[in-house]
């Protein structure tokens, strides 16, 4: 089946810092993906949809410039969480949309990131 | 504009017993709807879901839903549950040919008791 892996599975920086996740679809192409960000008992926010060689579109409150995401390959995106702040601590997960023709959508395993 | 309501933060049920999940979902155009289950600190992984054809659709584990649209619904279901269902289930609504953007219901703890 289908396989989108995240990496790192989790990190822990200092505020101020930034930190890049990355989200990989390993068996399939996917033009677009997704980031959600999800907090303690709590359900999934749309953060961003990502577009292979395009500009992602970001949903209405969060801060693009604070999120960046770059979606530089059929297979790859990356969100960067620049100068962190502990209110960014979270679990971040992104979605792989298959762009083969089933257009079924698949899930990463998440990032945890707690910023100190 | 799409949403999702998903009734009952929290479900128990002993084991063995009927497992019924609520969703009521808003959709200016006919929707997709999917159920997705969530283990701890994990992504999510798709139960099943809805785009077109039959009402009833199964999916893993023993699950299945059924669209309404005269009821705006996706009521999960399962008829006997195993202490290995207990987890987080989402509901999620998406506009047909679209970006496949998800929206998700505010989630549903399943507990099961021995």
């Known amino acids: 089946g289908a396989v989108v892996s995240q990496h790192p599975s989790w990190v822990i920086c200092k505020s101020g810092t930034s930190v890049k996740i990355e989200c990989r679809s390993l068996?399939?192409?996917?033009?677009?993906m997704f980031w959600y960000r999800q907090f303690p008992k709590q359900s999934l926010m749309l953060m961003a949809t990502?577009?292979?060689?395009?500009?992602?579109?970001?949903e209405q409150g969060v801060e693009k410039d604070k999120f960046l995401i770059n979606h530089a390959s059929l297979t790859l995106s990356t969100l960067t969480v620049t100068s962190a702040h502990p209110e960014d601590s979270s679990f971040y997960i992104c979605?792989?949309?298959?762009?083969?023709?089933?257009?079924?959508?698949?899930f990463g395993p998440g990032t945890r990131l707690t910023v100190t | 504009a799409q949403s999702v309501t998903q009734l009952g933060s929290h479900v128990s049920v002993s084991e063995g017993a009927l497992v019924l999940l609520r969703c009521n979902y808003s959709?200016?155009?006919?929707?997709?709807l999917f159920w997705y289950v969530q283990y701890p600190n994990q992504g999510l992984q798709l139960l099943l879901k809805?785009?077109?054809?039959?009402?009833l659709v199964k999916g893993i584990n023993g699950f299945e839903a059924e669209f309404k649209k005269s009821e705006t619904s996706f009521h999960l279901t399962k008829p006997s549950a195993h202490m290995s269902d207990a987890a987080e289930y989402f509901c999620?609504?998406?506009?047909?040919?679209?970006?496949?953007?998800?929206?998700f219901g505010q989630g549903t703890t399943l507990q099961v008791k021995p």
């Open positions: 999620a609504v998406s506009v047909p040919f679209n970006t496949g953007k998800l929206i």
């Open positions: 809805y785009t077109t054809g039959a009402t």
């Open positions: 979605s792989a949309r298959d762009s083969s023709g089933s257009y079924e959508q698949y």
């Open positions: 959709s200016s155009v006919p929707p997709y």
């Open positions: 068996d399939f192409q996917a033009t677009t």
């Open positions: 990502s577009n292979e060689g395009s500009k992602a579109t970001y």
